[in-house]
């Protein structure tokens, strides 16, 4: 089983440098797949209600559990705030549903999945006759914030965090937060590497955690269905990075997930598939040099992949992050 580099949060509990990512996982893929996951020593999970899995991870997560094969106290797991329920009033009805769907009984990690709301219908997002979702312009960050450290407090959350949140709507996190967030998820990969943000978390001590690290080809189906066809870059075929590879005997995917992870970032790759998700995890028994980091930070083109634009009408949110 991988030898996994963990990271320490500026609370003191450790994670993972190394998170199996669940999007876009249907229930049979992900059952099949957080099995192979947890054999090939991954303990470190992201889930998300949005994603619609999260009750087949917690079957799969008990089984394990109920089996003895792994202890609770050794798994990581992160789960977020849906955009249905971005406001103070859902925070404890859609974390006790993680919670209960999850089969868990405290989250190691929980985040705010994203800096805007929604307004929701049982069916989904509630959208306007043109198709654009009817957005909830209510959206209070601090006051979520007090929520989740409530929670804290009632021991049923042990950290906490933001996702998709720029710069400013940290900053007013950090200067209104009792207890500070762990982590910031955000898209983040070597065409999109994300260094000023980077070092603003470092300067805070607070770790980032990269989705999307190998550039996320499945999203061209997402845009699909919003009528959009996106011309996604193939980051495992960049020529400098297949040449550090070679070099080193690993695949592409290795090496750009050793960059990220020596930057100090963690990163939570997905894949469904037995060997590719064994090679993601198996980055820490070989090194890349000094050369090979600054090649790797010259590739940069910042490409955002991830722009919500799936959510029509999404930018006219007033806390939409990507200005
Ligand atoms: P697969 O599941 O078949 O391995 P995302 O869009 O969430 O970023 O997904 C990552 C994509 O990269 C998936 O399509 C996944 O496909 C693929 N992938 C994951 N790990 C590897 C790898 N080591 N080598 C090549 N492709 C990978």
Redesign the pocket.
């Known amino acids: 089983m991988a030898n996994v580099e963990l990271f320490t949060l500026n609370n003191g509990i450790k994670m993972p440098a190394i998170g199996y990512?669940t999007?876009?996982a249907p229930d049979e893929e992900i059952e099949r797949a957080l099995n192979l996951a947890l054999e090939a020593g991954y303990r470190h999970i992201d889930c998300a209600p949005v994603y619609l899995n999260e009750k087949v991870i917690g079957k799969v997560l008990k089984e394990w559990i109920d089996a003895g094969k792994v202890k609770r106290e050794d798994l990581f797991i992160t789960t977020k705030l849906p955009h249905h329920g971005n406001n103070a009033e859902s925070v404890e009805k859609n974390l006790k549903k993680s919670l209960s769907d999850l089969s868990l009984t405290y989250i190691d990690l929980y985040l705010i999945h994203v800096p805007f709301g929604f307004s929701e219908t049982a069916d989904g997002p509630m959208r306007e006759p043109n198709g654009d979702i009817v957005l909830d312009l209510s959206t209070d960050h601090v006051a979520i914030w007090k929520k989740f450290e409530e929670f804290v407090g009632a021991g049923l959350i042990k950290s906490i965090g933001v996702s998709n949140f720029n710069k400013r709507q940290l900053q007013r996190i950090l200067d209104n937060a009792t207890i500070k967030p762990v982590s910031l998820q955000i898209e983040l990969h070597v065409y999109f590497q994300q260094n000023e943000l980077v070092d603003f978390c470092k300067a805070n001590n607070i770790v980032v955690t990269a989705?999307?690290?190998?550039?996320?080809?499945?999203?061209a189906n997402l845009y699909k269905q919003s009528g959009k066809e996106l011309d996604i870059p193939d980051l495992?075929d960049i020529p400098e990075v297949k040449s550090i590879a070679t070099r080193l005997g690993k695949?592409?995917?290795?090496i750009l997930l050793k960059w990220i992870v020596k930057r100090g970032v963690a990163a939570i790759?997905?894949?469904?598939?037995a060997n590719?998700?064994q090679?993601?995890l198996s980055i820490f028994d070989f090194d890349l040099t000094a050369g090979d980091m600054e090649t790797m930070k010259g590739l940069n083109r910042d490409i955002r992949i991830v722009t919500f634009d799936f959510f029509q009408g999404i930018q006219k949110h007033p806390e939409f992050p990507f200005k």
């Open positions: 990512g999007w876009r989705y999307s690290p190998l550039g996320s080809k499945g999203i495992l695949t592409p995917a290795q790759p997905k894949s469904t598939n590719r998700l090679q993601n």
